[in-house]
């Protein structure tokens, strides 16, 4: 039977508001409900360049007769009635936390429209899936069809209400809707039972603490995940837990990242696991695969993984690049023909370095030694694999948008003998490995080749595990051997197991948590960075290349507004995605209207995936965007030390901020040299797509 919603009874008072973090809210316009449920809206600016708009009802009558539609001012057995609070609104609904209010930009535009209007239907739709791994297959599939699953509400007295019950398809999948409104803002999880016992997502996605939600924060009227798209939770994985008793080093920048990576290599004594989206035929490529031939060579084993696809086809960026400076960017004649050629000349360069053939036969010549090619098909309107389909991607097809970014694997990753890990967002390119540093005051162009900056970090202690069992299970669902994951722990040989070796703590080690993206199982990355950023207390650090995730810019917006100090460092035009470029000056009017100090990066491109939230540290291969939060296969490690991030801070972001320019608001609209039409792409294909 299909739900009905009716309208709202005729005469209700509706005020639009403006929400404020330290003055009161002011009312800026109201209305009174007619007898369809509609109501119109005419809002007065206030002293705000871009107010915060929310909507308040207000109840004489506390209760709805359910048959006549009318408010009734009691709740007399037997009339069926609807309990309504005092006041309703959407305050901390719609206009906070996952969506900033249903619009994005609102100032002198009209929300909705006689003929279609907003409605505001106080519910909670979770479209979600349940998965676990299988080893058999190499992949994950659903739970059994009609295991049931509940919605629970928490009160601080540790008492449960379900709130909605369903059960789950033949494809682990279910959705789960209320209409109820019990608290301003319940504390929601969900359970179901297993073979091993009650799963809870409370105790399992949890960010910091036991007690506190999992991925949702402001979730009335808001919808976790889509149907044909639901929100995943990977019930045969550990949820990301600190991992005491750490040695962690930044590596910051080409030097340090390709010295790292050559000692951990070299040194290596059972196994070298190395995952990377872009492998080039180039000095760098060459000196790692030297490395790794070597290696095997001696009898250690090598697995290999990255994206042959794309590095083959990475010239196309700029080709993209081109389109642009013909038809979007506002420069003169005279620049455009000096950008069109160098700018050709980047892509010959690029479509030489990413034919891999001859770099890697060495590699594939020796026995010890398997290489696997993590690309995914570009993806058309009609998604169509030409050949049999991986098993890795063979039930995502059908869900794949039209976009080629639908599946990659993002990952930076490598793991020594189970026991030391490098991770961070270099790929193996002469770009971002190099034996010496570039001077940061001038400009890339200026060097043999342009060099950029980006961060990685090496793990040597607990959290090593995880990441291997991360690689392993990459490893196999693209079709390569199921290694050994070892005995268990105390066993005998546990201790030298050449994959999976035991793991003690270092006495001057330090916490730090796994996280990572994996498309069709875990949003690790997506959950905890927003609930860092949601909890922010004093300060937020973000450096970041490809930033259009609007989730990610409204926290940091609230968090500025309530006095957290956050600073911003994004790459300047040296940004080698224009896409991204533009998303993200986009929103420097609004970051900075919030009290976001943002800077770009002179010289050279920044390609760092690093934040500093109060006294934790994020690194890893994810950028600020749809895409890595949902669609690309990503890690990063959170280390949770204070005395490591406050040197972090100085040695990453303080020293960087010595490099580039702060933006104030008379700056933006220079630096958005883009043709009008180009804005409607901006905000709805790149901020929603990529």
Request: proline letters at 6%; a negative charge.
């Amino acid at each position: 039977m299909a739900r009905r919603y009716d309208p709202m009874p005729a005469g209700l008072v509706v005020l639009a508001r403006d929400k404020n973090a330290v003055l009161p809210d002011e009312t800026l316009g109201s209305g009174v409900v007619g007898l369809d449920g509609r109501v119109q809206l005419t809002v007065e600016r206030g002293g705000e360049r871009e107010p915060e708009l929310y909507f308040e009802l207000r109840f004489a009558a506390r209760f709805i007769d359910l048959e006549s539609g009318s408010l009734v001012a009691s709740a007399d057995p037997p009339r069926a009635v609807l309990e309504l609070p005092e006041v309703w609104t959407t305050r901390d609904r719609y206009s906070a936390g996952y969506t900033r209010g249903l619009w994005n930009e609102f100032t002198g535009d009209a929300i909705g429209s006689p003929a279609d209007p907003i409605a505001f239907r106080v519910t909670f739709d979770a479209f979600v899936r349940f998965v676990q791994w299988d080893e058999q297959r190499g992949g994950f599939t659903g739970l059994p069809e009609g295991t049931q699953v509940d919605l629970v509400e928490h009160d601080p007295l540790r008492r449960k209400t379900v709130l909605a019950r369903g059960a789950l398809d033949d494809h682990g999948r279910a959705q789960l809707t209320t209409t109820q409104d019990h608290e301003h803002q319940p504390d929601l999880s969900l359970e179901l039972s297993t073979p091993d016992g009650l799963w809870s997502s409370r105790a399992h996605f949890a960010a910091g603490s036991l007690n506190r939600r999992g991925y949702w924060d402001d979730h009335i009227g808001t919808r976790i995940g889509r149907w044909g798209s639901p929100y995943t939770f990977d019930l045969s994985g550990p949820a990301p837990r600190r991992l005491l008793g750490n040695r962690v080093r930044p590596l910051i920048d080409g030097p340090a990242i390709l010295q790292a990576m050559t000692a951990a290599i070299s040194g290596a004594q059972h196994t070298i696991h190395l995952q990377v989206m872009l492998l080039y035929a180039d000095p760098a490529g060459q000196a790692i695969v030297d490395l790794l031939v070597e290696q095997a060579a001696r009898g250690v084993t090598v697995r290999l993984m990255y994206d042959a696809q794309t590095t083959s086809t990475s010239h196309r960026l700029a080709q993209l690049k081109a389109v642009w400076a013909r038809t979007a960017r506002r420069i003169s004649d005279e620049e455009r023909r000096t950008l069109l050629k160098q700018l050709a000349e980047e892509a010959e360069a690029e479509r030489a370095r990413g034919n891999t053939d001859a770099l890697m036969q060495p590699l594939r010549d020796q026995a010890n030694a398997q290489i696997l090619d993590t690309g995914f098909p570009y993806v058309s309107v009609a998604p169509q694999a030409a050949g049999p389909e991986p098993a890795a991607y063979r039930d995502l097809r059908a869900e794949l948008p039209f976009f080629g970014v639908a599946r990659i694997d993002h990952r930076k990753l490598m793991i020594v003998d189970g026991r030391r890990a490098l991770l961070g967002g270099a790929n193996v390119g002469q770009e971002y490995l190099y034996r010496e540093a570039f001077d940061p005051t001038v400009p890339a162009e200026h060097d043999p080749f342009i060099k950029w900056h980006d961060c990685f970090v090496e793990i040597e202690g607990p959290a090593a595990q995880p990441l291997q069992s991360l690689f392993r299970e990459r490893w196999v669902a693209e079709g390569g051997d199921a290694f050994d994951r070892g005995a268990a722990t105390g066993a005998p040989g546990r201790a030298s197991h050449p994959t999976f070796p035991l793991q003690p703590r270092f006495d001057d080690g330090i916490p730090v948590s796994v996280l990572d993206t994996t498309p069709g199982a875990r949003l690790h990355i997506h959950a905890e960075l927003l609930s860092l950023l949601s909890k922010a207390e004093r300060e937020i650090w973000i450096q970041n290349p490809y930033f259009s995730s609007r989730e990610v810019l409204h926290r940091l917006c609230d968090a500025a507004r309530r006095g957290v100090r956050v600073v911003c460092i994004f790459p300047d035009e040296h940004n080698d995605s224009w896409d991204f470029l533009y998303a993200a000056r986009l929103k420097y009017p609004e970051l900075i209207d919030a009290g976001v100090a943002v800077y770009e990066y002179n010289n050279h491109m920044t390609h760092a995936k690093v934040a500093v939230v109060d006294d934790v540290t994020v690194i890893g291969s994810a950028n600020l965007n749809h895409a890595s939060f949902f669609n690309h296969y990503e890690v990063a490690a959170l280390v949770h030390d204070a005395e490591f991030t406050a040197q972090f801070r100085r040695d990453m972001f303080e020293h960087d901020l010595q490099h580039s320019v702060r933006v104030h608001a008379h700056d933006v609209e220079a630096l958005l040299d883009i043709e009008d039409w180009v804005r409607p792409y901006l905000r709805w294909v790149v901020d929603g797509w990529f």
